[in-house]
Nanobody, 127 residues
């Protein structure tokens, strides 16, 4: 059974930065779209960012543009989310996702587009 394991979630201050990581247990994921969703308390799950298999095609939610950066290590089937200047409203459980397709579908923010989901890692941002 394929596993996607997130790490890096923690309590941070708004002036800090942090990087989330997600490693897939199957190297086939090197060829898949990988990305991130999040879900804050009392909110619906929302799209954060996604990257194509090549790492060159990326899609971001508006709130993530300019602050978050998604990247991937194709050799290790790993995807990262660099979060700079986090805000208290970024507090959420962040989920790693993957889609069997090599390119990010449009629109990218549809949860049903992503077949694989990790268990999530909690990010808490204090003001």
């Amino acid at each position: 059974q394929v596993q996607m394991v997130e790490s890096g979630g923690r309590l941070v201050r708004a002036v800090d930065s942090l990087r989330l990581s997600c490693a897939a247990s199957d190297r086939t994921f090197r060829n898949y779209v990988m990305g991130w969703f999040r879900q804050g308390g009392g909110k619906e799950r929302e799209f954060v960012a996604a990257t194509a298999w090549s790492g060159t095609m990326k899609s971001y939610a508006d709130f993530a543009k300019g602050r978050f950066t998604i990247s991937r290590d194709k050799a290790e089937s790993t995807v990262y989310l660099q979060m700079n200047s986090p805000k208290p409203e970024d507090t959420a459980v962040y989920y790693c996702v993957a889609d069997r397709r090599p390119y990010v579908r449009s629109p990218a923010n549809v949860t049903d587009n992503y077949e694989f989901w990790g268990q999530g890692t909690l990010v808490t941002v204090s003001s």
